[in-house]
Each structure stands twice: as structure tokens, then as C-alpha cells.
């Protein structure tokens, strides 16, 4: 929601009447699911960021990222691996602090294919390369903690999937573009538009792109015309001026954020956010600091173990508990990306928590005892005879003129 501005500025530029004869049929042209021209403007969009190489790839879309993620793990599976289905599930790792949704979908759809085994470093040294089959998630930047990550683990019984989803310059910098085997993007975090359910993927290898298509047709048979007609649409107006003002626009908004939030946690003692480092960024050509989708929050004190009780309970701010995250639960997860409303009042209630710890009430008080001590100067001197005397005489010359 922080791009509605964006969008409400470009409001005609993005705009889609969609007449009720309009893309009727199940398939485009030639019996394809995929609009060819919105591929092609995703390959311009990638070339004119500088964040993915497109060149040589197959591209297919989803509804959303979510979608694609099990799509690429269904066709990394064990399952087809060989001629016949493997006696040993594939075993599905991300790093600490990781995206949820992993292990949620996993879990979910029970599949004899794969399994959820967790965090990818505490699998490294237990890895059993002759009879278990790996599949590496690996989220750059990373949700929640907004780190540029890389694969762990290597070698020939391990698949990994990059989900680059806020790999775009309003949330970090873009230091070269991304070259992996197989890569996931989505238009939510791209241009905001959650609700249009729409992500693609970028495959190197035609066999594993030949099994995540096979899934999306048996699963919703491709995405709906109308929403790849909205992207389109939506796609253009980025291009327009080279997407420069799109993110700028984004960079500018997330950036001033953070600079308020750390304003604000660099008077607390309690709680702490994430550092992150400052990197030349390809696409803006120059140096500049993170600006990522979420706020990492810790809790500091040993008693504040259960970090999104104590937000919650005492300043009314929901985050997302630490642990759904596979981390400690004295970390809550912040999002920054609402709208500018929603933002203000995370901004005033995060003030107010932080302004309730002891060192901060006692600086507030000794500010209010020199308030009043200077008050009290200021009224003692402003009934100084000779400068009564001065106001009175300039008052006159004032009413003359």
C-alpha cells in the first residue's frame, strides 16, 4: 500500500476497461496460456533493472509466488528423479529467520515427494548426499530480515530455488543481476498489486520447466487473461521513463521510513532492529542504504522473552510472532509497507513505548525542569523596566506609521 500515491498519480496510464466479449477462450493464440507480450515486457523490465538474466530462460506465471514455490518444489522433488519415484522424500531447508509460508505449504499438502527438515545450517554437517535428495529455499532479500542471502549447501543432490520477490530497488540496493537456476518474482512486491495474485519464474532447465507447467495446468489451468492483461497494463506504465520514476518514488518513500523508525530505536535501550549494510546499487548508480519491507525487532531485556506480547500488550501493535520465522520468539516481525496512515501510527505508538523506559522519562523530565527554569528567566526578564520601556516606545512608532 506505501505505491497507492504512485498509482493514484498514474491513475490513467493504468487504467484497464475490460469489455464482457474480451478473452473469453481458456488459451491465447496457438493454444498458450502465457501472453506473449507480457513476457516480453518482463524480460524488458529485468534488463531495464539490471536484477535477473533472462536471457535463454523460460518463463512461467503463477497465481503468486506461492503458487510457484510448490510448482518448483513439486518439480524438484524426488519424485523425478529417475524412472521411478525415490523411497526417500526430498528434504526442503531454508535459513533462520525464514518465510513461513515454506514450511506452512510443506506441511500442508503432505506430499510423499518432500518434507519440511527445517533450518538449512543445522542440516549442513548432517547431510546424507547418498540416499536423501535436498531442495534449498533461499530468499534474497530475505523475509523478514531484509539480508541479501546465498545458497548453502552444494553438490549434486541439492536443488535450490532463489525466491527473489523484493529484489527490486525500492527495498534494497541491486548489485548485479541475479543468475540462478531458478528464480521467483511476483508483481505484490514489485508494484503492489497483491490482490491481482500474479508471480512468474525464471527457469534455466527446460525439463524442470516442462514439469512446474504440467502443475499449474492440472492445478488452475495458467492465470486468468484478465489479470495478465492488468499486469500488462501495469507493467507499461513502470516502463515508462526506463521504470526510473516507479522506484524512485518507492526508494524514496521506504527510505524515509527507516530513517524515522531508527530515529526512533536509537533512544531505546529495549529494543533493537536489524543492521544492514550500505551497497553501490547497479540500477541508481551510486551507494545507498537498505530500505527493506520489514522491520526485524528484538527485544533486548532477558524478562521480554515473548517480544510480540509485550508490543502487543503495551503499545497495541500487531507484528508477526518470531517463531513462525523458525527464530526465538524475542523477535517480532514489523511491516512497513502499509499505507502512510498505517505507518504514522506505528511511528506514534513505537514512540511512546520507547519514550516509557526509565533512562527516557528521566531525560524528559530534566528537559521539562529546564523548560521551566527558562520560562521563568524569560518572564523575570521581560519585566525589566528599561525594556518595558523599549516595547512601548516601538508600539507607539509602530501606530504612527
Not at 518513500?253 to 550500505?278: E, P, Y
Request: charged share 25%; net charge neutral; with cysteine.
Amino acid at each position: 500500500m506505501f505505491l497507492e500515491p504512485f498509482w493514484l498519480k498514474h491513475a490513467a496510464s493504468s487504467s484497464l476497461v475490460l469489455p464482457g466479449w474480451h478473452r473469453m477462450s481458456y488459451e491465447f493464440e496457438g493454444g498458450s496460456l502465457i501472453s506473449e507480450e507480457l513476457k516480453n515486457h518482463i524480460r524488458r523490465l529485468h534488463s531495464v533493472v539490471g536484477n535477473a538474466n533472462t536471457d535463454g530462460r523460460f518463463i512461467i506465471f503463477g497465481a503468486g509466488a506461492t503458487q510457484l514455490l510448490n510448482a518448483a518444489v513439486h518439480a524438484l522433488s524426488s519424485d523425478h528423479d529417475g524412472d521411478a519415484p525415490s523411497s526417500s522424500p526430498s528434504r526442503v531447508v531454508a535459513s533462520i529467520p525464514y518465510y513461513p509460508v515454506y514450511r506452512e505449504q510443506t506441511e500442508f499438502f503432505k506430499s510423499e515427494a518432500y518434507r519440511f527438515h527445517g533450518d538449512t545450517m543445522s542440516m549442513k554437517n548432517e547431510m546424507d548426499y547418498l540416499s536423501s535428495n535436498y531442495i534449498e529455499l533461499v530468499t534474497s532479500p530475505n523475509n523478514p530480515d531484509g539480508q541479501l542471502k546465498k545458497a548453502v549447501l552444494g553438490g549434486a543432490s541439492v536443488k535450490t530455488i532463489h525466491d527473489l520477490a523484493y529484489y527490486w530497488p525500492h527495498f534494497t540496493a541491486i548489485p548485479a543481476p541475479a543468475d540462478e537456476d531458478l528464480m521467483i518474482f511476483t508483481v505484490s512486491k514489485l508494484t503492489g498489486h497483491a490482490g491481482s495474485r500474479f508471480g512468474w519464474a525464471i527457469v534455466k532447465d527446460e525439463a524442470i520447466y516442462q514439469r512446474m507447467s504440467t502443475y499449474m495446468s492440472l492445478s488452475t489451468y495458467g492465470v486468468p487473461r484478465e489479470t495478465q492483461l492488468r499486469v500488462l497494463k501495469l507493467l507499461k506504465a513502470v516502463l515508462e521513463g526506463e521504470g526510473k520514476e516507479m522506484f524512485e518514488f518507492g526508494y524514496k518513500t521506504m527510505a524515509n521510513r527507516w530513517r524515522k523508525l531508527r530515529k526512533i530505536f536509537s533512544a531505546s535501550r529495549r529494543f533493537s532492529l536489524q543492521d544492514l549494510d550500505h551497497q553501490y546499487c547497479s540500477f541508481s548508480k551510486k551507494i545507498r542504504g537498505p530500505s527493506p519491507a520489514f522491520a526485524w525487532m528484538k527485544c533486548e531485556r532477558e524478562e521480554d522473552k515473548e517480544c510480540f506480547q509485550v508490543v502487543k500488550s503495551t503499545a497495541n501493535v500487531s507484528g508477526r510472532h518470531g517463531s513462525l520465522f523458525g527464530s526465538e520468539s524475542r523477535y517480532v516481525r514489523l511491516s512497513l509497507v502499509k499505507s502512510q496512515d498505517d505507518f504514522n501510527l506505528l511511528l506514534e505508538r513505537m514512540e511512546a513505548l520507547v519514550q516509557q523506559e526509565p533512562h527516557n522519562k528521566k531525560i524528559q523530565q530534566g528537559n521539562e525542569r529546564n523548560a521551566s527554569m527558562t520560562f521563568g528567566f524569560g518572564h523575570h526578564f521581560l519585566q525589566h523596566p528599561d525594556l518595558v520601556s523599549y516595547i512601548n516606545s516601538y508600539k507607539s512608532m509602530d501606530e504612527d506609521m
